[in-house]
């Protein structure tokens, strides 16, 4: 009885963390320089996608299996979504990078991430255009905007309106659908 208490909690957490359908984006980041972030496979960028369902990537299911954890595989390419307040950067106030989990593209910076109280790591932008591709999502009974990886097709999360200024977007991420390449510390960089 006790096992089935957090899978009834969880369509009530997703509704709590907002439902309502995003309007337009706001501006977002110039990219920044420099590796891609966390310590993901590295895809070419002109990899060309997979006959097999392997995504923009160009990489099969079996590859990904490979490549990801369980857990990484079923929210990246299955779009499953971890548990709230259970991933690794719901609550991370580290400055750095966040890139795929899935291909290392850098998609977040540290400075637009914000507490929303959602339990999972949320974020106003984007680092820049183009890094996200959205997706109209009608599962669960409700009208979202899921986010995907521009680059391997991994599944990233949902976009809210109801995010703080300047853009109003809560960019809602699984913390498994994301790697924080943490910022040099001061003094601590290459000259």
């Not at 439902?19 to 706001?26: D, H, I, T």
């Not at 949320?122 to 009974?141: K, M, N, Q, W």
């Amino acid at each position: 009885m006790y096992r089935l208490i957090p899978l009834l909690l969880m369509p009530l957490a997703i509704i709590a963390c907002g439902s309502r359908q995003s309007a337009g984006r706001g501006p977002t980041r110039a990219a920044a320089d420099g590796p891609a972030a966390g310590e993901a496979a590295s895809l070419p960028e002109d990899a060309p996608p997979a006959a097999d369902g392997g995504g923009k990537s160009g990489l099969s299911d079996a590859q990904w299996r490979e490549r990801l954890t369980p857990e990484q595989y079923r929210i990246l390419r299955e779009k499953g979504t971890e548990r709230a307040f259970s991933g690794a950067y719901w609550d991370t106030t580290t400055a750095g990078v966040y890139g795929c989990a899935g291909c290392g593209q850098p998609l977040f910076v540290s400075d637009a991430k914000f507490e929303s109280g959602c339990g999972w790591p949320s974020f106003f932008e984007p680092l820049a255009e183009g890094l996200i591709d959205e997706h109209v999502d009608t599962t669960l009974g409700m009208v979202r905007t899921e986010l995907t990886c521009s680059r391997c097709g991994g599944h990233l999360g949902h976009v809210f309106d109801d995010g703080p200024e300047p853009t109003g977007l809560r960019y809602c991420i699984n913390s498994v659908s994301i790697d924080l390449k943490p910022s040099d510390p001061p003094g601590g960089g290459a000259e």
